[in-house]
C-alpha cells in the first residue's frame, strides 16, 4: 500500500508544480498592477499549441518549445500595450474585466486558428516510466518538475541581482515612491505581463505531453493556478509555490483516498476557505495593507 | 390549405422567415423544408458537434444540387450550443416557435437532448437525435428518435467478448461527463447477465489531467480487465496511465472513444486497448459482402475528400440522421409533422453508417447488436476482432 501513497504523491506533485508555475505568474502581475491577470490560464495555453505548430512545421523539439514561448512573451506584450496599459490608471476591477475579455478573446482566436482538437507533444526524453519505491512516474515529470525548479531560481536571481528586477521589487512594495525615486512604473508593468506569460506557456509546454493541450484547456489551469496562488498568498513568489505544490498533493491524495469525483473541488473548497478564514494566504501579508 | 397554412405562419410568425421564403424561391410552393439543429459545435463536446455540422451541411447542399426532396429545397437551420443543455433548451425552442422547422436532427450531447425533448414532446416536430445514452429511447417517445447505438448496446457487445474471453472480475473507470454516467449506470444493470462483476468503481473530472491515483487504486483491486466509460481526453490520458502505472490487464474502451484522435492523443499505449464501434471505422477492413460496406465508403469518401480530416462516426451519426428524416419525409410524402413521425417509426431495412435500422413503436433506434463491431488498436491502428 505504500507503492499506492507514494503514486498519489507523486501524480499530486507533478500537477503541483504547474499550478505553481501559472500561479508566479498571477503574483507577478498582482505585485506590478495588484489585478489578477485572469487571462493566465490563456498563455499555459498558447504555449502548449504553439509548440505543437511548430513542431508539426518540422522544427525540431527545442527550437519549437523555445519559439512557443516566445510567442505567448510576443502575445501577452501586444495584450498588455493595446488593451492593460491605455487603462491602466482605471481601478482595479476594470482591470480585472479586461484581462477576463483578453481571455475570452485568445481563447477564441485559438479555436479558429488551431480549431478543437485535442493535441500532444512528443515526450522530451521518452516515455518509459520510472519505478521509485513502487510508484511510477513518466519521465516528463521529470522535466516538469526541473523545468519549475529552474523557473523559481531564474525568477530569484532576476528579482534580486537585476536592475529591471528590483525595479519590479519596488513597484510591488510601493508604487508611487518607485516613481518617485525615477522607476518607469509603465515599462514594470509591460514587463511583467510578459514575464507571466513566459512562465505560464513554459509550463504549458511542459505539460502537453502528459495533460494534452487543447483551445480551452486554459481555463481549468487557469482556475487552478489561481486557487493555488490563492492559497499561498497573492503577490508572494515563496506562497506561490508553497501554494501550487500543496494544491497539488491536496488533490492527488484526496482522489486517491476520498473520492476522486471531489479532486475539482478541492481546489475550489481551499479557495473559499482562504478568502474566509485567510484573506492574504498562507505566506501573504497579514490585514489590508495591499488593499 | 397548404395557402392558408403559409399565410397563416407568415402573418405570425417573423418577417426574416418570410424573407427567407421570397428569396428561396419566390413562390409559396417553393418554399424549402426546413432541417433544424442544435449541435455542440464548440465546448467540451466539439469534436462530437463539428463533424456533424459539416456532415450536414454538406449532404443538404448535394440534396440540393440533386433537386431537392419533393420538389423542394432543403434548408439546414442550425445553432451552436456549445454543449450547454440550458443553450440547447434556448434553440430547441427557437427552432420550434421563430424558424418553424419541419423536423429537428441534431443534439450532440445526451444532456443537450435530454433538454429539449419535452419542447420537441410539446410542440410534436419529428426529432432525431445524434447523441449516445438508452435514455433518450427509453421510454419511447412520440416523436424522439436516435441514430447512435446505446451505451447498453456498447456495455453488451464488451461483456459479450470479456464472457467469449472468460473474464468475469471487471473494474470500471468513468468520467463524470452525461456520456460517462448513463454508460457507467447501464453497464451495471446489465453485468449480471454476462456474469460480469464490478470489483472497483472510479471516477475522474472532465478535465483532469491524471488519472494515477484512480489506476493505482484498481491496481490493487484483483480485477481481470478494465472497462474505461468516458469520452474525450478523459480515456487517452487514462490509456497513457494505464500503461504508465504497470497494468498489463485487458483494457476496454467505450464507443465514445471511437475516433483516430484517441488512438493518436494515446500513442503507443493505446496498443491492444479493444472498443466497441461503428463499421465506419473500419470501411476498408469490412468483407465485401457487408450490406454496410457501400454506404460507408461512400460516406467516408465524401467526408475525407471534402474536409481533409479522418472521418469519425459521429459525423455519420448526422448522415444516418438526415437520411432517415429525409426518406421518412419522402415516404410521406409531405411535411406533415405526424405524417413524418409516422414515417419514421415506420423505417425498415435502412442501411446507414451505424447500422441496419428496423424501427417499431417500441424501438425508436433500430439497431442490434450486430451494429457494432469489436475493434483493437494494433500497431497504431484499428483491427477487426474476429
Request: aromatic share 8%; with cysteine; charged share 15%.
Amino acid at each position: 500500500m505504500s507503492g499506492a501513497w507514494l503514486q498519489f504523491v507523486a501524480s499530486g506533485l507533478t500537477a503541483g508544480a504547474i499550478y505553481a508555475l501559472v500561479a508566479l505568474g498571477f503574483s507577478i502581475v498582482f505585485n506590478a498592477s495588484h489585478a489578477i491577470n485572469f487571462a493566465q490560464g490563456e498563455f499555459v495555453m498558447i504555449g502548449g499549441m504553439s509548440a505543437v505548430m511548430l513542431l508539426a512545421l518540422g522544427l525540431p523539439l527545442p527550437v519549437a518549445v523555445l519559439l512557443a514561448i516566445a510567442a505567448a512573451v510576443l502575445v501577452a506584450l501586444v495584450v498588455e500595450k493595446v488593451s492593460i496599459e491605455p487603462a491602466r490608471h482605471a481601478g482595479t476591477v476594470t482591470l480585472i474585466i479586461i484581462t477576463i475579455g483578453v481571455s475570452l478573446f485568445l481563447r477564441g482566436l485559438a479555436q479558429l486558428v488551431w480549431g478543437k482538437g485535442v493535441f500532444r507533444l512528443p515526450a522530451f526524453s521518452g516515455e518509459q516510466p520510472i519505478e521509485i519505491l513502487g510508484a511510477t512516474i513518466v519521465p516528463q515529470s521529470l522535466w516538469v518538475f526541473g523545468g519549475a525548479a529552474a523557473a523559481v531560481a531564474a525568477l530569484s536571481w532576476f528579482y534580486g541581482r537585476t536592475l529591471l528586477g528590483k525595479a519590479m521589487r519596488a513597484t510591488s512594495h510601493n508604487r508611487i515612491a518607485a516613481q518617485l525615486v525615477g522607476i518607469d512604473t509603465r515599462a514594470v508593468l509591460f514587463a511583467s505581463f510578459g514575464l507571466a506569460a513566459g512562465l505560464g506557456a513554459l509550463g504549458g509546454v511542459l505539460i502537453a505531453p502528459i495533460a494534452f493541450t487543447s483551445y480551452d484547456s486554459g481555463v481549468m489551469l487557469g482556475l487552478k493556478g489561481f486557487a493555488a496562488a490563492m492559497l499561498g498568498g497573492l503577490g508572494s513568489f515563496t506562497g506561490a509555490i508553497a501554494g501550487g505544490l500543496a494544491l497539488g498533493l491536496l488533490e492527488g491524495l484526496g482522489a486517491g483516498f476520498l473520492s476522486s469525483a471531489y479532486k475539482d473541488a478541492i481546489a475550489f473548497v481551499v479557495i473559499l476557505a482562504v478568502l474566509f478564514f485567510l484573506p492574504g494566504g498562507l505566506l501573504g501579508g497579514r490585514g489590508s495593507e495591499r488593499v | 390549405m397548404r395557402f392558408i397554412e403559409t399565410f397563416r405562419m407568415s402573418w405570425r410568425c417573423s418577417a426574416l422567415a418570410l424573407a427567407g421564403a421570397l428569396i428561396a424561391g419566390g413562390a409559396f410552393a417553393q418554399e424549402p423544408i426546413r432541417i433544424g439543429a442544435f449541435l455542440s459545435v464548440t465546448g467540451p463536446a466539439a469534436f462530437l458537434g463539428d463533424p456533424e455540422q459539416k456532415t450536414l451541411e454538406m449532404y443538404v447542399e448535394r440534396i440540393n444540387a440533386e433537386g431537392g426532396v419533393l420538389g423542394r429545397k432543403l434548408q439546414l437551420v442550425a445553432y451552436d450550443d456549445g454543449g450547454d443543455a440550458e443553450k440547447a433548451r434556448t434553440f430547441a425552442k427557437r427552432l420550434l416557435e421563430q424558424d418553424r422547422v419541419d423536423a429537428i436532427v441534431g443534439g450532440s450531447t445526451t444532456g443537450t437532448t435530454m433538454a429539449a425533448v419535452p419542447l420537441v414532446e410539446a410542440a410534436g416536430t419529428p426529432f432525431v437525435s445524434l447523441a449516445g445514452a438508452v435514455v433518450i429511447i427509453e421510454p419511447a417517445k412520440k416523436w424522439v428518435f436516435k441514430t447512435p447505438h446505446t451505451d447498453r448496446m456498447a456495455c453488451e457487445k464488451i461483456f459479450a467478448d470479456l464472457q467469449a474471453r472468460k473474464l468475469a472480475k471487471v473494474a470500471l473507470i468513468s468520467g463524470a461527463g452525461g456520456f460517462d454516467k448513463s454508460m457507467r449506470g447501464e453497464c451495471m444493470k446489465v453485468a449480471p447477465k454476462y456474469g460480469i462483476e464490478f470489483v472497483a468503481d472510479e471516477t475522474y473530472g472532465a478535465s483532469d489531467t491524471d488519472m494515477t491515483a484512480q489506476l493505482t487504486k484498481i491496481k490493487g483491486s484483483g480485477a481481470q480487465a478494465v472497462l474505461n466509460a468516458g469520452f474525450g481526453q478523459g480515456p487517452a490520458i487514462v490509456t497513457r496511465n494505464y500503461r504508465q502505472v504497470g497494468l498489463a490487464l485487458p483494457l476496454y474502451q467505450s464507443h465514445g472513444v471511437a475516433s483516430k484522435e484517441y488512438v493518436k492523443l494515446s500513442g503507443p499505449a493505446a496498443e491492444g486497448v479493444r472498443l466497441p464501434a461503428a463499421a465506419l471505422l473500419v470501411s476498408d477492413l469490412l468483407a465485401a459482402g457487408d450490406p454496410q460496406k457501400p454506404v460507408v465508403t461512400a460516406y467516408r469518401k465524401s467526408y475525407e475528400d471534402k474536409f481533409k480530416s479522418d472521418v469519425s462516426t459521429f459525423g455519420g451519426h448526422a448522415y444516418d440522421g438526415l437520411m432517415l428524416a429525409v426518406g421518412a419525409i419522402k415516404a410521406a410524402g409531405s411535411t406533415d409533422k405526424a405524417k413524418v413521425r409516422d414515417a419514421l417509426e415506420a423505417t425498415k431495412g435502412y442501411v446507414g453508417t451505424g447500422g441496419v435500422v428496423n424501427m417499431s413503436a417500441s424501438d425508436h433506434m433500430g439497431l442490434d447488436l450486430s451494429a457494432f463491431r469489436m475493434l483493437e488498436v494494433r500497431n497504431g491502428d484499428w483491427t477487426l476482432v474476429k
